[in-house]
C-alpha cells in the first residue's frame, strides 16, 4: 500500500483543470493498492488548504473557495509540510502558473519531500515557452520560431518587436510565454490586430511570445519515462473540424468541452517512419529539459515531415479523456494502470524503498450495458455522461459495465477503452472504424513501447479488441440490464423506454409514461399548474408552431402576440421537446425573434451570442440537429444577482449587487422510487450570461454551482426555505410519476421557499462536472458517487 498527497488548484485560469485532473487521479488512484492521505487546495492567493474528498466533485474551485475563506484556516508553510512528510509520495495534479513553472516544485524540494514530476529548475526552463525554444534549439531540437516582449519594454519597443516579426509571414500567434497551451492563445490577421491583442496581453501577463502561424498537422505525444530512459506513447494528431476561417486554433473550448469540434486521430494516419520521428523527438525533449516521470510535448509536423516543438507540458491534464489516458489505452492500460506507472517512475527515481504494486482485483459484478451518443444536439453531453458511469462503475462490486455508442444512424458499437474516451459521437465512429482499419498498426506500436516500458501483463488490464459493430436487435439480445446514458430524443422521450419494456430488459430512470411527459415541457407546465395552491408554480408560458418563413411584419405581430401571453417585455425561447440546453436564448425584441426564427429555419448547428440582446457577445448555444415544429416561449425571471468573486484578495460571495429580487435559479436532483422520489440538496446555478451555456452546464472547470445554497451570515438563503424547495420539489417529481431519479430545474425564493418550475429531466447529465454527484456528498450521511450510480442501478425494476 502505497500513500500519496494531492496538490491541485493554484492561480492560473486552469485551476478549474487542475480540479478536473485531481478529480481523476483520486478515483481512479485511490484504491487496493494506493491510499490518499491528505488533498492540498492553493486558492489563487496562493494560500494551502486542506480540502475534503468530497469537494474534488464540484464543477469548479469557485464553487467552494469562498467557503474556506470564510469557514476554513489556510496552512502555514510548516504546517504543510508536515501534512505532506507521512505520504510516500506528494502528486502535484497543478497546470499553469505555480504548478508547472517550478514554484510548487522547489518548495516541496526545500522541504525534502518526495514528490512526482519534473523538478523545479527543468519546470522553469520547460514551461516559459522562450526558454524552452532557446534551450531546445541550443542542442538542435526544432522549435517553433518565435520572438519575445517583456514587461521591461516600452510600448513603441513592443511595437517595433511586433512589426518586425517574421515578415515573411502574414499572420502571427500571440501567447504569453509563462501559461498553458490553450488559454490567452490569439491568431492575428495582420500587424495592426497583432498589436492590438498584444496590447490587451501586456494588462495580463510580463512575457509575451509571437510566433508565425503555423501550418501542417499539430500532434501531442505522452512521454512515460521507463527504467531505461524517455518512452513516448503513440501520439495524437488533432484535426480540427467545424472553422468559420483559417484563424482558429485548438482552444480551451476544443480541448475540453465536449463538441464535435477536433477529432483526435491516434495513431496519426502518417507511416510508421513519420510516427517513430514524433516519438523520437518527443523522447529527445524530454531528456534534454530534463523532465522526470511523465510529461506531454506539443508539436507541428511539418510538409517537408520535420517536427517542430510548440509547448512542453511538464504536467499533463488528466481530466477524464485526455490525452494521456487515449495514449495509454492504446497499449491496453486503464487510467488506474498508467496513474500507477507514473507512480512507479516517480519512486524509482526518489530511492524509495517501496514498490507500486499492481493491481489484480477481477471484476464479478452483474454486467451493465452502459449505452451513450445518439443524434441530439446533447449526443457530445451524453458521450461525457456515458463514459463517466462507465468509468466510475468500472470500480464497482456489484455491476460490471460494459460501454456501447449509439451511432446517428441507429446502429449500435461496442466500444473500446481507447474509443471510448474520444470527445464526441462522430469521433467516436470513426475511432471505432479506425480500429477495425488500423488494428495492425497499433498493435505492432504499441508491442514496441510496452518492450521498452518493461510492462508485465499485470500492468495492461484492458481489452485493447477492436469494437464491435452491431444492429440495435443484436445489442438488446446481449444485456438483461442497460444504463440510459443518453439525452434528448429517442432515449429520453420513452421510446427507447418502450422498447426495453418489450424486451424486457431492466433500465435505469422513468418508464416511458413519465419520459413522455417530462420530454414535453409545455405538457409538464400543464401538470406543475395544478400544483399552485401548494407554492409550486410554472412559468408564463406559450406555445407556438415554428412558421416556415419569416418577414419583417409576421414577426412583429408575433412578437406583440408571445409578450402579451406571458405579460413581460423579455422571453426565453426553447424548442419544445429538446434537452435542457439545446436551443435555449433569452430575446429581449422582435429582431431578436426574427433572427432566431431565421437560424431555427436554417437548420443552424450553433447560435452566436453576438447576434442577440441578452446574450454576451462570444457566448455560444448549441441548437437541435432537426428543426423543430414548436417552440415554448416563456417569461424571463430576474434573480438575484450572486457572483463569485476570487480575484483579488480573500474569495467573496456577492448577493444583490445589481439585482436583489428574492428568487435564485437552482437544480436539484431527486432519487427513490415511483411514488417515494425524495429530493437532494438543491444548487445554486450561477448563469454568467443570464441563461446557464452549455459549458456551464457539463464543461469541467467552467460554470459555478453552489450546494447547499448558503445562509447567513455567508449567504442569504434562509434554512427553511431550502426545506420547503426540497418537500416541492420531491412532489412534483412524484406527481410526475418519474422514478429512479431525475433532476429538475427551478427558480426558488429565498425565504419562502416556492418554486417556479423550469423543466424536469428524467435522464440527467452524470458527467464529472454535473451537480448529482456533490449533491449527494453534501447528503448527511454523504452518498458518494460510485454509490449513486449503484442505486440507480438498483432501482431499475422496468421489465
Not at 432519487?671 to 445554486?684: D, E, F, K, W, Y
Request: charged content about 25%; some cysteine.
Amino acid at each position: 500500500m502505497v500513500d500519496v498527497a494531492l496538490l491541485l488548484g493554484g492561480p492560473s485560469e486552469e485551476r478549474g483543470i487542475s480540479l478536473n485532473s485531481a478529480r481523476s487521479v483520486a478515483d481512479h488512484l485511490e484504491g487496493a493498492v494506493v491510499t490518499l492521505t491528505e488533498i492540498i487546495f492553493f486558492d489563487r492567493q496562493l494560500r494551502p488548504y486542506s480540502i475534503p474528498r468530497g469537494l474534488l466533485y464540484c464543477n469548479t474551485p469557485s464553487d467552494f473557495d469562498f467557503k474556506l475563506a470564510h469557514e476554513g484556516r489556510p496552512l502555514t508553510e510548516d504546517e504543510l509540510i508536515e501534512r505532506l512528510r507521512p505520504a510516500g509520495l506528494v502528486f502535484p495534479v497543478m497546470h499553469g502558473e505555480f504548478g508547472e513553472d517550478g514554484q510548487v516544485q522547489a518548495l516541496l524540494e526545500k522541504a525534502g519531500v518526495p514528490f512526482v514530476g519534473t523538478g523545479a529548475q527543468a519546470c522553469m526552463t520547460a514551461f516559459d515557452k522562450y526558454q524552452a525554444k532557446n534551450a531546445l534549439d541550443a542542442v538542435g531540437i526544432g522549435a517553433v520560431p518565435a520572438v519575445l516582449v517583456h514587461a521591461g519594454m516600452s510600448d513603441a519597443e513592443a511595437e517595433r518587436v511586433v512589426a518586425e516579426a517574421f515578415p515573411d509571414e502574414a499572420k502571427l500567434v500571440l501567447k504569453p510565454a509563462k501559461g498553458g497551451s490553450s488559454i490567452d492563445v490569439f491568431v492575428a490577421r495582420d500587424r495592426a490586430a497583432a498589436t492590438d491583442i498584444l496590447r490587451t496581453l501586456r494588462q495580463r501577463h510580463d512575457r509575451i511570445v509571437i510566433q508565425p502561424r503555423m501550418g501542417g498537422h499539430e500532434v501531442t505525444t505522452i512521454v512515460l519515462e521507463g527504467e531505461d530512459g524517455p518512452v513516448a506513447l503513440i501520439p495524437v494528431e488533432i484535426e480540427l473540424q467545424n472553422q468559420v476561417g483559417d484563424d482558429e486554433i485548438f482552444d480551451y473550448r476544443r480541448k475540453y468541452l465536449a463538441s464535435n469540434d477536433s477529432h483526435y486521430h491516434c495513431p496519426p494516419p502518417r507511416d510508421d517512419e513519420t510516427i517513430a520521428h514524433i516519438q523520437r523527438t518527443a523522447e529527445a525533449v524530454f531528456a534534454s529539459l530534463g523532465l522526470r516521470d511523465f510529461a506531454r510535448i506539443d508539436a507541428w509536423l511539418q510538409p517537408d515531415g520535420s517536427v517542430l516543438v510548440s509547448d512542453v507540458n511538464p504536467i499533463s491534464g488528466m481530466e477524464q479523456n485526455s490525452f494521456l489516458f487515449i495514449q495509454a489505452a492504446q497499449l491496453g492500460m486503464t487510467h488506474a494502470d498508467v496513474l500507477r506507472e507514473v507512480l512507479r517512475a516517480a519512486a524509482r527515481r526518489n530511492g524509495l524503498p517501496f514498490a507500486v504494486p499492481y493491481d489484480t482485483t477481477i471484476q464479478t459484478g452483474e454486467p451493465v450495458a452502459v449505452l451513450f451518443g445518439g443524434a441530439t444536439a446533447e449526443r457530445q453531453v451524453s458521450v461525457l455522461s456515458g463514459t463517466n458511469v462507465w468509468l466510475k462503475l468500472a470500480r464497482s462490486e456489484k455491476y460490471a459495465p460494459v460501454p456501447y455508442l449509439l451511432a446517428p444512424d441507429g446502429t449500435v458499437w461496442q466500444v473500446s477503452y481507447s474509443s471510448a474516451l474520444r470527445h464526441s459521437v462522430e469521433e467516436i465512429v470513426y475511432a471505432c472504424r479506425d480500429g477495425l482499419r488500423l488494428e495492425e498498426r497499433r498493435r505492432r506500436l504499441a508491442e514496441q513501447i510496452i518492450t521498452r516500458l518493461k510492462l508485465p501483463a499485470e500492468a495492461l488490464s484492458t481489452s485493447v479488441a477492436p469494437p464491435v459493430q452491431l444492429t440495435m436487435d443484436e445489442f438488446l439480445d446481449r444485456h438483461d440490464l442497460v444504463f440510459i446514458a443518453l439525452h434528448g430524443g429517442a432515449g429520453e422521450n420513452g421510446t427507447l423506454q418502450e422498447v426495453l419494456d418489450r424486451h424486457r430488459i431492466r433500465y435505469n430512470g422513468s418508464g416511458p409514461a413519465a419520459s413522455r411527459l417530462c420530454a414535453d415541457k409545455y405538457e409538464t407546465g400543464q401538470i406543475i399548474a395544478t400544483l399552485e395552491s401548494e407554492g409550486i408554480h410554472t412559468a408564463r408560458r406559450v406555445r407556438v408552431d415554428v412558421p416556415a418563413t419569416v418577414d419583417g411584419p409576421a414577426v412583429e405581430t408575433l412578437w406583440h402576440d408571445i409578450i402579451t401571453e406571458v405579460t413581460d417585455t423579455r422571453v426565453v425561447v426553447k424548442p419544445l421537446d429538446d434537452g435542457c440546453s439545446a436551443g435555449i436564448v433569452p430575446l429581449g425584441n422582435a429582431a431578436d425573434l426574427g433572427r432566431y426564427l431565421e437560424l431555427i429555419n436554417a437548420n443552424a448547428r450553433r447560435i452566436k451570442g453576438a447576434g442577440f440582446s441578452l446574450l454576451s457577445p462570444d457566448q455560444l448555444v448549441e441548437m437541435p440537429t432537426s428543426r423543430p415544429q414548436h417552440l415554448l416561449f416563456e417569461d424571463y425571471i430576474d434573480t438575484d444577482d450572486v457572483r463569485v468573486d476570487d480575484h483579488s484578495g480573500q474569495a467573496e460571495l456577492s448577493w444583490g449587487r445589481d439585482r436583489d429580487t428574492g428568487w435564485i435559479e437552482v437544480t436539484v436532483g431527486v432519487i427513490g422510487p415511483r411514488g417515494a422520489m425524495v429530493a437532494m440538496n438543491p444548487s445554486i446555478t450561477v448563469a454568467s450570461a443570464g441563461i446557464l451555456s452549455l459549458e456551464e452546464k457539463f464543461m469541467g472547470g467552467t460554470g459555478i454551482n453552489i450546494t447547499p445554497p448558503p445562509a447567513p451570515p455567508l449567504g442569504r438563503v434562509e434554512p427553511g426555505a431550502v426545506e420547503a424547495v426540497r418537500t416541492r420539489i420531491a412532489r412534483v417529481a412524484n406527481v410526475l410519476g418519474m422514478e429512479g431519479y431525475g433532476r429538475i430545474d427551478a427558480f426558488m425564493h429565498r425565504k419562502t421557499g416556492e418554486v417556479i418550475i423550469i423543466e424536469a429531466n428524467s435522464l440527467p447529465g452524470l458527467t464529472p462536472a454535473t451537480v448529482f454527484y456533490h449533491q449527494g456528498l453534501a447528503e448527511d450521511p454523504p452518498v458518494p458517487p460510485r454509490q449513486i450510480l449503484e442505486r440507480i442501478l438498483d432501482l431499475a425494476t422496468h421489465s
